[in-house]
């Protein structure tokens, strides 16, 4: 059975001297699909612009606004009402000579290719072929998923957005950003089709209606052996009741929660702020 969550979102830059022009694009407005629905999402933004919206090559909703008015802090504020699902039963997978045709690697193929933050070595990827052995894909993806999770352990302020995911296993610390680019990684090197999820996490597993979680945005995985599948390595679990999908990419550059250029002094990001609340 699925929940009702209630998302705040609050996110910005603040700048060391006056800023005449940016121009900006956010990716916080949760996603509709089966097993998730929008019920209410709105962005604001201070100081005042004008919104304009796009889907996004991945399927995102990409909120846009640019200001031509002098300002030395840029705040955005995301707000939704979210129904999701309980996470689904596991697919019966494809068999890997399936997974494997170039029928599926050319159909699937950004989802198979490494890029700068999901590479791996030739070490790591020999390590994901033992642990496929003789498991079936969906087997071998969850056995991948839960390995980088034990292996990695959750530190927050440990890496950056630009860390990458040999970088963080070299240090085996790591944000759940790096455990989902080291298991998006590991589950392309041995040929299966591998996303990275941006979105929210309701922080406490067994939340009660009315119970409010702090955090940051969050991120996860959803791996193709006939039909995608949501897994949270970072956690240990399926994506479930308490994930709340944004948008999804081959890695964390499809997906920054707020991206922009401008022309003025040198910014700082204010710090990310996320409330999630059960509502039902």
Same mark, same amino acid.
């Given at each position: 059975?699925?929940?009702?969550?209630?998302?705040?979102?609050?996110?910005?830059?603040?700048?060391?001297?006056?800023?005449?022009?940016?121009?900006?694009?956010?990716?916080?407005?949760?996603?509709?699909?089966?097993?998730?629905?929008?019920?209410?999402?709105?962005?604001?933004?201070?100081?005042?612009?004008?919104?304009?919206?796009?889907?996004?090559?991945?399927?995102?909703?990409?909120?846009?606004?640019?200001?031509?008015?002098?300002?030395? $802090?840029?705040?955005?504020?995301?707000?939704?009402?979210?129904?999701?699902?309980?996470?689904?039963? *596991?697919?019966?997978?494809?068999?890997?000579?399936?997974?494997?045709?170039?029928?599926?690697?050319?159909?699937?193929?950004?989802?198979?290719?490494?890029?700068?933050?999901?590479?791996?070595?030739?070490?790591?990827?020999?390590?994901?072929?033992? @642990?496929?052995?003789?498991?079936?894909?969906?087997?071998?993806?969850?056995?991948?998923?839960?390995?980088?999770?034990?292996?990695?352990?959750?530190?927050?302020?440990?890496?950056?957005?630009?860390?990458?995911?040999?970088?963080?296993?070299?240090?085996?610390?790591?944000?759940?950003?790096? $455990?989902?680019? @080291?298991?998006?990684?590991?589950?392309?090197?041995?040929?299966?089709?591998?996303?990275?999820?941006?979105?929210?996490?309701?922080? $406490?597993?067994?939340?009660?209606?009315?119970?409010?979680?702090?955090?940051?945005?969050?991120?996860?995985?959803?791996?193709?052996?006939?039909?995608?599948?949501?897994?949270? *390595?970072?956690?240990?679990?399926?994506?479930?009741?308490?994930?709340?999908?944004?948008?999804?990419?081959?890695?964390?550059?499809?997906?920054? *929660?707020?991206?922009?250029?401008?022309?003025?002094?040198?910014?700082?990001? $204010?710090?990310?702020?996320?409330?999630?609340?059960?509502?039902?």
């Amino acid at each position: 059975m699925g929940w009702r969550l209630r998302i705040r979102h609050h996110t910005g830059f603040t700048y060391a001297g006056p800023v005449r022009t940016s121009y900006n694009e956010a990716r916080i407005t949760p996603l509709t699909f089966p097993g998730q629905t929008t019920l209410d999402s709105r962005v604001e933004v201070s100081p005042t612009a004008a919104l304009w919206r796009y889907w996004d090559y991945w399927g995102a909703q990409v909120t846009c606004f640019d200001l031509h008015v002098e300002h030395d $802090i840029l705040e955005v504020t995301g707000s939704s009402v979210v129904e999701t699902s309980s996470a689904p039963t *596991p697919p019966t997978p494809v068999t890997w000579d399936v997974l494997l045709s170039d029928q599926v690697r050319q159909r699937r193929v950004e989802t198979v290719a490494a890029t700068k933050l999901t590479a791996v070595d030739d070490e790591l990827a020999d390590h994901a072929a033992g @642990l496929r052995a003789d498991l079936d894909p969906q087997a071998a993806a969850v056995a991948v998923a839960r390995w980088v999770g034990e292996q990695v352990e959750y530190v927050p302020g440990s890496t950056g957005v630009r860390t990458s995911a040999l970088q963080a296993w070299v240090q085996r610390q790591g944000v759940c950003q790096d $455990i989902a680019h @080291l298991t998006v990684g590991l589950l392309r090197s041995i040929g299966i089709p591998a996303r990275y999820v941006s979105g929210y996490l309701h922080p $406490i597993p067994h939340a009660k209606v009315g119970d409010v979680g702090a955090g940051q945005s969050h991120a996860w995985v959803e791996w193709w052996v006939g039909q995608w599948y949501g897994f949270d *390595p970072t956690n240990h679990d399926p994506a479930g009741e308490r994930h709340v999908v944004v948008a999804r990419g081959r890695d964390y550059d499809d997906v920054p *929660p707020l991206k922009g250029v401008y022309r003025g002094a040198a910014s700082t990001a $204010i710090g990310v702020g996320v409330e999630v609340e059960r509502l039902a």
